[in-house]
């Protein structure tokens, strides 16, 4: 018996406020249909269905029946009201759809800046002034030939390989020059010709959320332009693990997020350049790090095996590639170097940052850590490197919470309750929208000292603050009345569960590194907090939830983005590069699920307050 082919239909989109319109498929979800037109929704939980990030509001037309997730997350009288979510929503006839602000993508705040290294230049590619000799009939050898041996009788180096493109453009450039330039040398090949002296370098962090590009002057190793971006592939969800399961569903799937990234490096590139006014292809050498889910679609490489027990990337080693052959427009032959990768969860972003630190040299009990959706953790006991990843999910960034945003203008990211007065802050005295990761866990801690908050992280129905929405119970930071009517933004119970998983999740991973090496929390000299989220929070709120070790605060050190930093380093010194191959071998990590105490120590992490972790076992403090 033969199937009925279902018709699939084109329908007219428009997208308000953005006043963006165009033609979808019927078998396109509202959400696949903005990222088509180029409008770039949230999806925090990459279309599962788990989150609100994607909300939207049917002005007019027709879209398919409510799923059973959305019947859970919107209430009946928000269902009756048009809200759904885009990729659970289908059109059935032309369509009006709202946005409302918190579900687009909007600019986000960037942390380029990391505490400067200042090193010697070490080139990887050394630069040559020669003079060639004219062809005559006399000297009938070919340009490159003749190129070639004034090389080496004038400045004594041999290369024996010419990269490709310079070959092609080699014959035209010489004339063009009047036989005189700069011969561009990477160990024995010659990468490039050039009329300036001038040779620039891109070194570039590619984050699960953000990209920091930074073009630097390799002849003094001093940056010249930086800029960090948005990740666009956050519109296939905010954490590794929903990408990786785009990118296994095709082909075609797993290219388009290798193109996402590396369209929008390029743009970067484009970017940096113009405001110092060079060109991309003056940029003769490059070195790009990030996680390694990250690493492997920038560079189309398999992924499903990282997903899978037990968690195993296609390379660890470093790579060195022409930059051509991963789809970045910068000199023809220029090659990218990528750092090395530790483990299927912490990748050569963490290498980078280990080396921005000198972590190979460290004396003491030093612990480093990078909260984000995957918090990359190592301990260093005198120059011995143990490190792990906790699966902290996005909570920490406003990903699984009802009111959580990433840091753009309006998000609430300070939060201060005195006496059941709430003061707060929003990014650029905006509005408030929602709140992101540091107020949400400025937030977290200033209702558990309010006594909101019970240890457990139960909210208390009797205090003054508290009410119910129907569903569950939530303490109001911004009302209706300050909103002008707008929905109240609120922190849930449900958003407290998700904190404390977060939470629990990365105190677990220190306290299993410190019994791995025999240490306590007490012998930490010194916590190094990395990223952009480690760059923004209240020390204090994270110590009072239980998010970080009771210690001194002079013993917590943030370094802002120390990935972007090891990137520049590797950038302008070999020497750095071979460094780092060497800290990523000789770190070895851990996989937490494996350790026995596992369980027990991420139970007892999820409570709120001071207290010391050992065997599992929970011990309050008092802080004096």
């Known amino acids: 018996m033969n199937k009925v082919k279902q018709t699939i239909e084109q329908y007219k989109m428009d997208f308000e406020p953005v006043g963006r319109r165009g033609q979808c498929n019927s078998d396109s979800s509202v959400l696949e249909c903005a990222h088509q037109l180029g409008i770039n929704i949230k999806s925090v939980c990459g279309s599962q269905g788990k989150c609100r990030s994607c909300k939207v509001k049917i002005l007019d037309g027709k879209v398919s029946e409510p799923t059973l997730s959305e019947k859970e997350i919107f209430s009946e009288k928000e269902c009756d009201q048009g809200w759904r979510l885009a990729c659970k929503s289908y059109p059935l006839n032309d369509c009006k759809i709202y946005l409302p602000p918190e579900s687009i993508t909007a600019p986000q705040r960037t942390q380029?800046?990391?505490?400067?290294?200042?090193?010697?230049?070490?080139?990887?590619?050394?630069?040559?002034?020669?003079?060639?000799?004219?062809?005559?009939?006399?000297?009938?050898?070919?340009?490159?030939?003749r190129l070639l041996e004034t090389l080496n009788l004038t400045h004594n180096i041999s290369c024996n390989k010419i990269d490709i493109d310079v070959m092609r453009d080699l014959s035209p450039k010489l004339r063009t020059c009047n036989w005189k330039?700069?011969?561009?040398?990477?160990?024995?090949?010659?990468?490039?010709?050039?009329?300036?002296?001038r040779k620039l370098g891109f070194a570039v962090d590619l984050g699960t959320t953000k990209i920091a590009g930074y073009l630097v002057d390799l002849n003094s190793g001093k940056t010249i332009a930086t800029k960090g971006i948005m990740n666009p592939q956050i519109g296939y969800g905010e954490d590794i693990i929903s990408r990786i399961t785009h990118a296994i569903q095709s082909p075609a799937e797993a290219a388009r997020l290798k193109n996402l990234v590396v369209n929008s490096v390029n743009d970067l590139v484009g970017d940096l350049c113009s405001n110092i006014g060079a060109k991309a292809d003056e940029i003769v050498?490059?070195?790009?790090?990030?996680?390694?889910a990250i690493h492997h679609l920038f560079l189309n490489l398999p992924v499903k095996q990282l997903a899978e027990s037990p968690f195993i990337p296609a390379i660890i080693n470093a790579l060195d590639i022409k930059a051509r052959d991963a789809g970045l427009q910068i000199a023809p032959g220029a090659f990218i170097h990528l750092l090395p990768n530790i483990a299927g969860f912490v990748g050569a972003d963490h290498t980078a940052a280990l080396l921005s630190i000198d972590a190979g040299n460290s004396e003491g009990v030093v612990l480093v850590i990078d909260i984000g959706t995957n918090t990359e953790i190592s301990l260093i006991v005198n120059g011995k490197i143990v490190s792990a990843s906790c699966a902290s999910g996005p909570a920490f960034?406003?990903?699984?919470?009802?009111?959580?945003?990433?840091?753009?203008?309006?998000?609430?990211?300070?939060i201060?309750?005195?006496?059941?007065?709430?003061?707060?802050?929003?990014?650029?005295?905006a509005a408030p929208v929602g709140i992101c990761g540091s107020?949400?866990?400025?937030?977290?801690?200033?209702?558990?000292?309010?006594?909101?908050?019970?240890?457990?992280?139960?909210?208390?129905?009797?205090?003054p603050g508290v009410r119910s929405n129907g569903k569950y119970l939530e303490f109001v930071i911004v009302s209706e009345e300050e909103r002008n009517g707008q929905e109240a933004i609120a922190v849930t119970q449900s958003d407290i569960r998700e904190l404390q998983l977060a939470k629990s999740a990365i105190r677990t991973g220190i306290q299993l590194l410190l019994e791995?090496?025999?240490?306590?929390?007490?012998?930490?000299?010194?916590?190094?907090?990395a990223g952009a989220f480690g760059s923004y929070i209240n020390v204090d709120s994270a110590v009072t939830v239980g998010l970080l070790p009771c210690l001194p605060v002079e013993r917590f050190k943030q370094v802002g983005n120390a990935a972007g930093i090891g990137a520049k380093m590797a950038l302008i010194s070999s020497g750095k590069r071979l460094e780092a191959q060497n800290l990523a071998s000789r770190t070895h990590y851990i996989e937490l699920s494996t350790v026995p105490a596992f369980m027990h120590t991420f139970v007892q992490a999820g409570y709120l307050g001071l207290y010391r972790l050992s065997g599992g076992k929970r011990m309050e403090i008092n802080k004096e």
Do not use: W
């Open 439 to 463: 107020g949400i866990l400025d937030a977290l801690a200033q209702l558990y000292l309010a006594g909101v908050l019970d240890k457990s992280g139960r909210m208390s129905k009797d205090h």
């Open 397 to 414: 960034e406003g990903g699984h919470i009802k009111y959580g945003m990433r840091a753009s203008g309006g998000a609430i990211e300070d």
């Open 416 to 429: 201060l309750i005195t006496n059941g007065e709430i003061q707060y802050q929003t990014i650029d005295g």
């Open 285 to 292: 050498d490059a070195v790009i790090v990030g996680n390694t």
């Open 112 to 145: 380029t800046e990391g505490l400067e290294i200042n090193i010697l230049p070490e080139p990887v590619i050394n630069s040559y002034k020669i003079a060639v000799n004219p062809p005559s009939f006399s000297d009938l050898r070919g340009d490159a030939d």
């Open 181 to 197: 330039c700069n011969v561009l040398v990477r160990k024995d090949e010659i990468i490039g010709l050039s009329l300036s002296d």
């Open 516 to 529: 791995a090496k025999g240490c306590t929390e007490n012998d930490i000299t010194q916590i190094i907090i």
